[in-house]
Structures are given as C-alpha cells and as structure tokens.
C-alpha cells in the first residue's frame, strides 16, 4: 500500500503526488517495454502473433500509456504545458498502434462465441442456465460459413495490425516516446504552480465532465428493458459506426479518466470503486459489442457470399446490437448505484 | 350488466348461469354469422380478403367459438359429455379455420412495421421517444426486397387462407357446427349434476392448471432483461418452431380459459381483470412475434435470394426473437402483480 496516498488532504503536496503517480506509471511501462523486446515482440520471426508474456507485455505497455496520458490531460495546469501537450498524441499513438492486434483477436472471439452460443452449441450464460447442456456441434452451414469469413478477415486484420505495431515499435518515432517517458521516470516536469496548486480542484472537474456527459446520455429508455433502441439503425444504408453510439464512448473515456484521477489521488493500490468498476465494464462491453455488431454487418457486404452466410451475419449483427442494448441497461444499473447509497 | 351474474354465490344456481353464458356466445356465433354472410363473406367473387364487416364478422365468430369451446371444456362435467365433447373439436376446426387468413395478414404487418423500425423510417415505440422522426423512407436494397418477399409469401400464404376459409364456410360441415350452436341457443344440453353442482371448483381447477403451468416456466430467467435466452437457437438447424416456446403457448391457451371460466362466473360485463389482460397481451405478443420468426427464418430458406435480402432477413428474425424475450419479460411483470397486492 502506498500510504502516503490515503489521504490526499493530510498527504504531500500535489506536486510531489503527482510526480510520484506519473514515475511510477513511466517505470511502468519502461518495465513492460524491456519485458515486451525479452519476449520477442519486437521480432517478426515468428510471424505469428507474439507469445503470451509479449502479449502481457503489449496491455502493460498500453495500461502505462493511457494512464500517463490521460493523467498530463487532467492535470495539465501543474505540468509544462509544450511538454505534455507534446507528449500526449505520441501517447495516444502508441496505445492505439498497440491496442489494434488485441482489439481484433477479442472482436473475433467474441463473434465466433457469439455464433456458437446463437446456434446453441454453448452453455447460456450461467445466470440462466439451469442445467449444463452438453449438445453436440449443430453449427448451420450458414453460421459455420460466416464463422469462417469472420475469422479470415479478423485474421487478416490482425496480422496487419500486428505488422504495424511491429514497425511502430521500431520506429524512431517510438524511440522518441520511449525516451520521453525514461526522463519522466526519473523527472517530471511540472509547473511553477504545481508546488502550491490543489489536485482535488482538477480532479473535480475531470469528474465534472464526466457526469456532464452521462447527464447527455438517455438514461431513462436505456433503463426500460427491451426499447429496442440499438438496433433502431440496423438496417439502415449507412455502414458506418451508428452515431447513437457516440456519447456512450465519450463517457468510457470520461470515465477512464475520472479513474485515472482518482488514482493519482488515492493511490494505485487503494480500494477498487465496485460502481465505477462495474459501470466501465458495461461501457467496454457496450464498446465492443458495437465494433462487433459493425465487423458482422461489413462481412455481410464482403461480394459473392451465400444467402446463408449473409442470413446468419445478420443474426450475429443483431445480437451484438442487442449486447450493446443490454450494456447500456448494465451501465445504467451501475451508475445508479450512487444515489441509492449503496457504495 | 348482467346484474344476475355479479355474486355467483347469491346467484342462481350452476346450471342456469352456465346455460346463461351458453347461450349468449351461442346467439353471439349466429349474430356474427348472419352479419358475415351479409356483408359477402361467403362469396368468393371479389377475390379480395373480405371487407372490413366481414373481418369483424369472422372475428367475432372466432370469439364465441373460442369461449363455447373453453366452456364445454372447462365446466365438461355439467354438460352431456358426448354433445360437448363432439362439439369441441368441430368449434376448434372453424376457429382455426377462420383465424389463419387474419394471422398472416398480422404477420405481414409486423414483420413489414420491424423492417421500417430496424431500417431508422418509422418513430420508436412513444416510451422512447423525445423527439417525432420525420426522416424519409431509407429502406436499404436488401430490406426492400426482404419485405418484398416477405409480402409475396404472407399474401399468398393468406389468399390460400381466405379460400379455405370460405369453402369450409360452405361445407356441410360447417353447418353441422351451426346446427349445433343453434340448438345451445335455444337448450343447452346440461348433464343431471348441473342443478346442483356448483362452478366454483371447476373454475378454480382452470385457474389451478393455470398456476401449475406458469410455476414451470422459467421465470426467474425471464426476469433478468437482455438474458438472451430466446435467440439460443437462433441460427439452429432447425427450422422448426422452437420447443423453448411451447410451455409458453400453453399458459396462453390456459389462460385464456381461466378468463372465459371468469366471464361465466362473474359475467361478461364485469370489470376487466387488469392484470389478467395485460399478462394476457404480453402471450400474445410472445406468440406473435415466435411466428414472425419462424416466417422471417423461412424466407431467408427461399432459393437463389439475394445475400443482402438474407441478411436483412437474418436481422428481422434475431429481431423478433428478442420480441418473444420481451414479451416473457413483460408477462413475468404483469403476473407477478398479484404477488404485490395490486389489482
């Protein structure tokens, strides 16, 4: 435990916190970086995707990353201001670079989970299940079909994401952020006013904006089961990522960083908030449903399939749209928490 | 009112106010069936579906055929058993007979008002709604032809019904169960026990068989929203009706009966059973929308279609099996009203 961060009132300086947050997260991520090269993620050799630690190694990176960046967005007054709004897009590079190869592996599990549990080939999820079912493989050929076309084109996209963060990680443009963040872990250049300024006010205003965002959000259908909203688009011509879904990405990344505040604030290591952790992981399930949801309907448009095929993508979109119709629900749920007084 | 009707246990004994109720559903049938014949339902010369008297017509019909047939079932004991229990299935044959042609145009209606909802063209359900849409007609190419197709199948589907329709109104058959609804009119074959027997636990062993059906469903599942159970065999090789439905279909034929041992009871006139009414519709709904996915999943197995027409055709039947989720939902709501003390 990281005492001297319990309570931020009677605590160091912000200053000195804060410093002590971002080395931390610098060294963080030298860490992941140097594990990351030991475990061959720097070598395209294998030309597969990177052993287990390179892929541990890969989230630690990103974690770091994130967390750096979004701590110099929140509290960029008590930081050198070229410094950190130098360093910040480099971050934000990086993590998304990284994030690519995994982001595609999980759409791809989640599709083909999705296509087995639609074709009931796997266990319904264990709240409803009542008796474990042990039914045999019934995969149509339409599912199996889809199945196959979803994995070759995730396939495809991954291994090019894969290429990519290959030649981000060697590139002198990396090198410079590595570099950035070794001074970081040793120096943090902070402003003239971070001797004396107050974390709490910063913090407030990164959770001010967060709870702007979710006042936006149409929390009252989302809480009414079944309102069929998601999917109100679903066939609509536009094949790109449906607007509705914008304002419950906003507040995921709000949300990070709230969390993030928070963590500078009180520690790394202090108590996990149940409701913030619940309410995030409904807005990253609702993240990855809608990328899901788009994957299906854009292998649906991929020329010469079968009816078949394009009938089970179907399904599998309005499944996922109906995922992120229940992420929305779980949020909600989540999010209310507070005001009933439950913590 | 049928003031006679309101305290069964003041009231005149069983018999009488079973013969009441009979004979009123009888002289109902006859009513409708004059009226259908008068406004042309037995003419097959306008080779349309019937005006809208005559869909009234029929519907009435089916209504009394329904409750006399419920009511030879459920007070079978005080009734000459073989009468009613050759009458039952003749009253069976012709309301289903009727009820076809008007179940696909339904059908049709749905599915057609789902493809414009999921295609963003009509306004969401008014709980949801902040602002009216006014956006024009957006129907993509693959959800145009899968209306198309679905219009086609559904209106051949229902000239098939009408024509069925209208020679079993003009068999012989038919006018044996006219025949037969016109003597109930007059004298309704009671058995010797009905003079003294009484209602009560006749009707209270349908409301019995009512209780122990909805104790089997699984609704603790039901309750949970977004459960996903409904669209588990989604994309299974079978086309067939789903069994999961079944237990279902038959709290709504069980409950149905329970109403019509409560008008006999209580009178037609008396106030409606909110609760009954309202779980009720949600069976409905549940059966409704389990059709319109099964005929949304049978046209996607036409031959030579387009991938586009299938896969709206995919989006439609993933659609309407999570209507057939909330309509559960909404049943478990609706019942467990008693529970609470409301009614």
Redesign the interface.
């Given at each position: 435990m990281a005492k001297q961060h319990l309570d931020p009132a009677a605590g160091p300086v912000a200053g000195d916190t804060l410093e002590a947050y971002l080395q931390n997260q610098a060294t963080e991520f030298l860490r992941a970086l140097r594990q990351h090269r030991e475990t061959g993620g720097t070598s395209s050799n294998g030309g597969g995707n990177g052993t287990e630690e390179t892929v541990d190694a890969a989230r630690a990176l990103r974690r770091s990353a994130r967390r750096i960046s979004g701590t110099l967005h929140t509290f960029r007054p008590l930081l050198d201001t070229d410094w950190s709004e130098g360093m910040r897009p480099e971050l934000a590079w990086l993590s998304g670079t990284l994030a690519r190869e995994h982001a595609y592996a999980a759409r791809l599990d989640r599709l083909l989970g999705a296509?087995n549990?639609?074709?009931?080939c796997s266990p319904?999820?264990a709240?409803?299940a009542?008796e474990p079912r042990q039914e045999k493989s019934?995969?149509?050929v339409?599912?199996a079909k889809a199945g196959a076309l979803l994995e070759r084109q995730m396939t495809l996209a991954r291994t090019r994401a894969h290429s990519a963060a290959l030649q981000a990680l060697g590139s002198s443009r990396f090198h410079a952020v590595a570099d950035s963040v070794a001074v970081l872990a040793s120096e943090v250049p902070l402003s003239p006013a971070a001797s004396s300024a107050d974390l709490k006010p910063l913090a407030a205003a990164a959770e001010g904006r967060l709870t702007d965002a979710i006042a936006g959000l149409?929390l009252v259908?989302a809480g009414?089961?079944?309102?069929?909203?998601a999917?109100?688009?679903?066939?609509?011509?536009d094949p790109a990522p449906q607007p509705q879904d914008a304002p419950w990405h906003q507040v995921r990344l709000l949300l990070r960083l709230h969390r993030y505040a928070r963590e500078v604030m009180y520690g790394t290591e202090s108590p996990v908030d149940v409701r913030l952790l619940n309410a995030g992981q409904a807005l990253d399930r609702h993240r990855d449903a809608a990328e899901a949801a788009t994957a299906a309907a854009s292998a649906?448009r991929t020329p010469r399939?079968?009816?078949?095929?394009?009938?089970?993508?179907?399904?599998?979109?309005?499944?996922q749209r109906?995922?992120v119709?229940?992420a929305r629900?779980a949020f909600r749920q989540a999010w209310l928490k507070e005001t009933v007084g439950t913590s």
């Open positions: 296509l549990r639609l074709s009931g319904i999820p709240q409803a009542s019934t995969l149509t339409g599912a149409p259908s009414h089961p079944y309102n069929a909203e999917l109100v688009h679903g066939l609509s011509a649906a399939i079968a009816p078949a095929t394009a009938y089970a993508l179907g399904v599998l979109h309005a499944d109906h995922e119709e229940a629900f």
